[in-house]
């Protein structure tokens, strides 16, 4: 295995580097793609990393980070507000101008110096501009002056182009300059009136975030409710909380044409019932597609714009070369699902790189991404908060698993009470009945976030249900909710 030099900057535009070589070539630096280039450069592999933007990807700059600091004060705020002898104190609005300055801190002033300081430092090689595929272990970049590098790879290829915003082709969608999640994470002041297509993840966050920050939120949602990928009671509370909140949340229904008369006028939604809603700006959260449409995908027989299909190991079914990472495989749209997967990919080139004999299932689980499948955690930072790992009910009768869903109300617990005055949530653990061990959870409520990684170890670990009675939950906390859940599967 060859270690080729490695620079400490950004390479230059120099002859030599036009032709290079290296074990590993990485294209798009996200969160993802550092982690593999992170991983390769730890297993002494020499690595480039391509990158078309800035360093540290969508989740830095238009999604995880800016979203969730501008959820936190938000969130904070309800907290306090439900704490007595704190809440008079936090009645008043919240300082937008302090909001939007904390959001622009934590998406870095939209720098990236930082992170690619950070990717020089494990010692890859990083060329700015647009990564292709040209063939079997070859890729290009194009520069922004329109220089070209040609990069070879000796081991492998990891594509870790991420995902973009869908917006639909609806009638009059070009004139409406409508929000993606990149507009709704970075806008520097507080539209009026929101119009929200989509009730999903992004949709319902950003629905938290601007009604708190003054904005009239209208949610046009195409099925029954909220967050649909996670159990409904979920997006009954959240949506519960967002009409008191104040936003109109409309069901059952879709966008047929948007219009934006005059450049910095309204925007007019029509809707399939016949209505129209009128709005300073439009939010599309209607979905993600891949960033694999201008990667080349041709020259290696894959489909331009289509997901990368993987293994275990995140390697592109159908090649020995090829890895795909992140959101680009479409297994698990979550920077720390992707990471993981990164750290996964990277053991994996490694040790194929080696000779090393690569098990389905090592010691350490470093080959296979296997909490792919079954234990993916997810947090909505909304007001309440809904988290879950693992399958709802109605995944896992699906799948075919003999289950049982034990509920419980959050509100009967010790911890709750003293966390919130009129504390609402509520609990459900799925339990394979077979093995006796917990398939999913879910947990919505004020603060419950933190409590979700009990349940991934319950979950990934499949910890038999026998032993979760050993695992004491500290009085009084919210976890106390585990004792009522396993108390309830019992006396059922
Ligand atoms: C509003 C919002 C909030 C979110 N909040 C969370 C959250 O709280 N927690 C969470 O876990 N997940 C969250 N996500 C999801 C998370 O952002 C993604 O899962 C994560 O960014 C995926 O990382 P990635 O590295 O695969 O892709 P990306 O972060 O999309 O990075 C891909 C990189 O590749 C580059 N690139 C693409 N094509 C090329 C090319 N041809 N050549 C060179 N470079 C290229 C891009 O410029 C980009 O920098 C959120 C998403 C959104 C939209």
Known sequence: MAVADTHDQTVPMTDASLNTEYDVVVIGAGPVGENVADRARAAGLSTAVV???????????????????????????????????????????????AVLAHRDEYASHWKDDGQAAWLEGVGADIYRGQGRLTGEKTVSVTTPDGTEHRLTARQAVAVCTGSRAVVPALPGIEGARPWTSREATSAKKVPGRLVIVGGGVVGTEMATVWQALGARVTMLIRGKGLLPKMEPFAGELVAQALTEAGADIRTGVSATSVRRAVPDGPVTVELNNGERVEADEILFATGRAPRTDDLGLETVGLKPGSWLVVDDSCRVDGTTWLYAVGDVNHRALLTHQGKYQARIAGAAIAARAAGVPLLETDRWGAHAATADHAAVPQVVFTDPEAASVGLTLAEAEEAGHRVRAVDHDLAAVAGSGLYADGYRGRARMIVDLDREILLGVTFVGPGIGELLHSATIAVAGEVPIDRLWHAVPAYPTISEVWLRLLEAYRDA
């Open 51 to 97: 990158e078309a933007e800035l360093i540290g990807g969508e989740c830095s700059y238009w999604a995880c980070m800016p979203s969730k600091a501008l959820l936190r004060p938000v969130v904070a705020r309800a907290d306090a507000r439900r704490v007595p002898g704190l809440s008079d104190a936090v009645q008043g609005p919240l300082d937008t101008a």
